[in-house]
């Protein structure tokens, strides 16, 4: 670690980017991850509690409560409200996090669908077939929907508690994967474990479904408009005899994702300012709704629903559900018992085999053009933690069975879900326990990953720090009033001690909030022109409190330029397009606040901390180093080139700008 970084200030330890700014994927993975702790508790309680007493456990969650005002309510049990309402939260949620990643995740390039669709649809074939085949000619086949759906939830959240060993293209495979099959479960819990269907209550919740689609086109940004109709869409199911879980998917991949556009944060900051400039409660509000509709709705209902689903909701569902009267003489007959076998063999190894194989399949059939992100242990990881198929595996066990069946159906779910566990957990320690290249290999897989950046890194073009040519680009838009702008540069400088690494300024000032910010931008391309922009990019960043055009002069002069053509340049704005240039690219590689990072053409979500950003770049030197090269490598780098355990320093002071003076205007 380099002198600079033992002068680090103590907020790199946890940015307020950390705490605030983390991207919707890596939060929801760390939300799963605490509430896998809950929802295993609650398993346990409800396996104690069933085995202390079971006749006190069925008793209470078959409490009658009733909802309504006077004759017209719903009158359920405890357990239903909670299997057939709350849950509907539950793939809400799921719904929701799969639209974000259809609009701007990976899969917003459509030709990947084509994995998640077929692994996903064979993921539930295989186990079914297996079932069926324990069960062959039995009552009991009857229940083959139990063996099919792989609890997403849980299985992220196992995965986040094994840590670091996973990586995260792992986590996202297995989300976008097993939302086919998460989709296929309610489709057959709807229409194969429902009671008989009633036409015009399901014409009202097409309706009322149809209405809510019509409110996402027509940007009705109000969280009202989607609860009110959520309910019909869900009370209507309910009537029509469809079980009304369903509902929460549709809902959830109905509402768009998308990155506030910076003219909508600025019309939110003109209304913050407005309501300090004259505190009244009709601008306080006004300024509420204005930050409010920034967001996308995606966004804003994952962030309120997902808290309670992950830490009371499917808790509360494995608690009502998980519970099983464990003694010898029903374990000595469930674990020879058809049921048992078919859910526990059809998980166990038929999702392994479902994922290996249909990566494979997928893989040979395009000739490579459709491949896994990730590499073949990681596929194997994936396959294994598939294997967990608690949350929908108990949801259709309670339609399909009753009495010593349901006990059977249960037993091997929860059976599946301590086995499949344990062999991800083994597959995964066995990979790190080979050399690092192979590891990388086998985890990471193919490097060709879909690009954020537009336009790609031109080093006639850009302000490069570093080598001209290198194996990682760090990208940043910056803004030289932005606060966080000056904190991150500290850590921009140690990274840059890594000489496997350039670093490329793209201008982005918010005006809005940043009265200088444009000016001094301008200042850093006119004094590109005299060959000294990395100079004076250091001195705006030291001073950002002093951004007039007398300072700009005056860190002008002390740099030795040509003052007179600097001070002209600045008052004719000649380099007003050049600025303008950068800001249309961020505004097409959807940057809307300062700083944010892309790593070889990928945006960096997260903290901007030095661990946080040498993790980030540690992983995508691992793709740079195995096989193909990424779409913005020049054809000039060899991976080889570049060792792991490079550590020569380049000092800062020399590090070429390789924008020519006549470029730097535009």
């Known amino acids: ?44 309680v409800a396996l104690v509690w069933a085995n202390i007493s079971d006749a006190s456990y069925e008793s209470f969650w078959h409490s009658r409560f009733y909802l309504g005002v006077g004759s017209a309510g719903i009158d359920q049990d405890l357990r239903t409200w909670l299997n057939s309402g709350l849950m509907t939260l539950f793939f809400l949620v799921v719904g929701l996090e799969t639209r974000r990643e259809l609009d701007l995740g990976d899969l917003r390039e459509r030709r990947r669908f084509v994995l998640p669709i077929v692994t996903g649809l064979l993921g539930m074939a295989f186990p079914v077939a297996i079932y069926l085949a324990f069960n062959a000619g039995r009552a009991s086949a009857h229940g083959w929907g139990v063996a099919m759906s792989t609890d997403t939830a849980l299985a992220l959240g196992l995965l986040a508690l094994f840590g670091r060993e996973v990586p995260d293209r792992m986590r996202v495979f297995v989300l976008t994967v097993f939302v086919v099959d998460d989709l296929g479960a309610l489709l057959v819990i709807a229409f194969v474990y429902s009671d008989k269907i009633v036409f015009m209550p399901l014409v009202l919740a097409i309706a009322a479904f149809a209405l809510m689609l019509v409110s996402v086109r027509f940007h009705l940004q109000r969280r009202s408009v989607f609860v009110v109709l959520g309910i019909v869409v869900w009370g209507a199911l309910r009537a029509s005899g469809v079980d009304p879980v369903v509902a929460g998917l549709a809902i959830g991949l109905a509402v768009p994702a998308y990155t506030p556009s910076r003219s909508a944060l600025e019309d939110a900051t003109g209304l913050v300012r407005r309501f300090r400039e004259q505190p009244t409660p009709e601008l306080a509000r006004t300024a509420r709704q204005g930050l409010t509709a920034a967001l996308s709705p995606n966004s804003r209902l994952q962030s309120f629903y997902h808290p309670w689903t992950s830490f009371l909701i499917v808790p509360l569902f494995a608690l009502a559900n998980a519970g099983v009267v464990l003694n010898g003489s029903f374990l000595a007959t469930a674990y020879t018992a058809p049921i048992t076998l078919g ?40 396959g294994t933690i598939a294997g967990i198929g608690f949350t929908a595996a108990l949801l259709i066990a309670t339609r399909a069975f009753t009495g010593q069946d349901l006990a059977e159906a ?39 990953l879909i690009q954020d950046l537009i336009p790609a890194v031109d080093p006639e073009h850009d302000h490069i720090r570093g080598p001209k040519q290198a194996l990682i680009t760090v990208i940043e838009f910056g803004d030289f009033e932005c606060p966080y702008c000056g904190q991150a540069e500290p850590v921009v400088r140690d990274i840059l001690t890594d000489t496997t690494i350039r670093y490329v300024w793209r201008q982005l000032p918010l005006t809005d909030v940043h009265p200088r910010a444009q000016l001094a931008a301008e200042a850093a391309e006119a ?44 008052s004719r704005h000649v380099y007003e397009t050049r600025v303008a240039q950068d800001v249309e690219s961020a505004d097409l590689s959807g940057v809307s606040g300062t700083p944010t990072f892309f790593i070889n053409g990928q945006r960096h979500y997260g903290a901007f901390d030095l661990p946080t950003l040498t993790e980030a770049i540690r992983v995508a030197r691992e793709r740079a180093v195995t096989g193909t090269a990424p779409d913005w490598a020049p054809d000039e780098v060899d991976p080889k080139d570049f060792p792991d355990d490079a550590t020569e320093e380049a000092p800062l002071d020399e590090a070429a700008d390789d924008s020519p003076a006549e470029d730097a205007a535009g």
């Open 527 to 570: 004094a590109a022109a005299q060959g000294a922009f990395w100079p004076m990019h250091d001195l705006l960043l030291q001073h950002q409190d002093a951004l007039t055009i007398a300072d700009l002069t005056r860190y002008a002069e002390s740099l030795g330029l040509d003052a007179g053509r600097f001070s002209d340049e600045i």
């Open 1 to 44: 670690m380099s002198d600079v970084a033992a002068a680090l200030p103590r907020w790199q330890g946890k940015t307020l980017w950390a705490r605030d700014r983390a991207a919707p994927l890596r939060e929801f993975l760390r939300t799963e991850a605490a509430s896998a702790l809950l929802l295993v508790a609650g398993i346990v």
């Open 343 to 382: 859910v526990l063999v059809g998980y166990v190894a038929g999702k392994p085999i479902a994922v290996t194989f249909s990566s494979w399949l997928v893989t040979r059939l395009t000739h490579g053009q459709v491949r896994p992100p990730i590499g073949r242990a990681a596929v194997l990881g994936s």
């Open 410 to 448: 249960k037993l091997g779910a929860l059976s599946a879900v301590l086995i499949a566990a344990g062999l991800t957990w083994g597959v995964l320690r066995v990979t790190q326990l080979l050399p690092a290249d192979r590891r990388a290999r086998l985890l990471l897989g193919d490097t060709r």
